[in-house]
């Protein structure tokens, strides 16, 4: 744990890198640290590590970033990685009209049928309206 606030920045990565690795759940909130963390290489590693794990409790911490970093596709990746768990959550946060274009793409990129019964769902709330 006390590695997550060390100074190095690649003791930060390995510590990111070794929580996804081995799956531990134990260390969720350590790994939103690092998600969170100023160094985006560090964020980027431990967004890679939340969708291996499978760390569907971290999503609100990817979704965030998905939503700040507009110019990196590793939060969108962590998101289609989780798949169709990911879905009832961006569901609840698709009708922000700020953010709605980047919820419905990234929707749009997890396969399975449920993914596409939420894309119905979204445009029979009548809410949000894009132009494709």
């Given at each position: 744990m ?9 003791v930060r990565?390995?510590?990111a890198?070794l929580?996804?690795?081995?799956k ?5 909130e350590?790994?939103?640290h ?7 290489e560090v964020?980027?590693?431990a967004?890679?590590?939340?969708g ?39 569901f ?7 953010t709605c274009?980047?919820?419905i793409?990234t929707?749009?990129?997890?396969k ?6 939420t894309?119905?769902d979204?445009v ?6 894009m132009?494709?």
């Amino acid at each position: 744990m006390k590695l997550v606030d060390d100074p190095d920045v690649e003791v930060r990565k390995m510590m990111a890198s070794l929580i996804g690795t081995f799956k531990i759940m134990a260390l969720g909130e350590s790994l939103s640290h690092l998600i969170n963390d100023r160094n985006e290489e560090v964020s980027d590693e431990a967004l890679r590590a939340a969708g291996s794990a499978k760390m569907i409790s971290l999503l609100p911490e990817i979704t965030q970033q998905l939503v700040n970093r507009k110019g990196s596709y590793v939060p969108y990746l962590t998101i289609v990685s989780l798949g169709e768990a990911a879905l009832p959550y961006l569901f609840s946060n698709v009708f922000d009209i700020k953010t709605c274009g980047t919820y419905i793409r990234t929707i749009a990129a997890i396969k399975g049928a449920e993914a596409e019964q939420t894309l119905i769902d979204i445009v029979n709330q009548g809410g949000v309206f894009m132009r494709g």
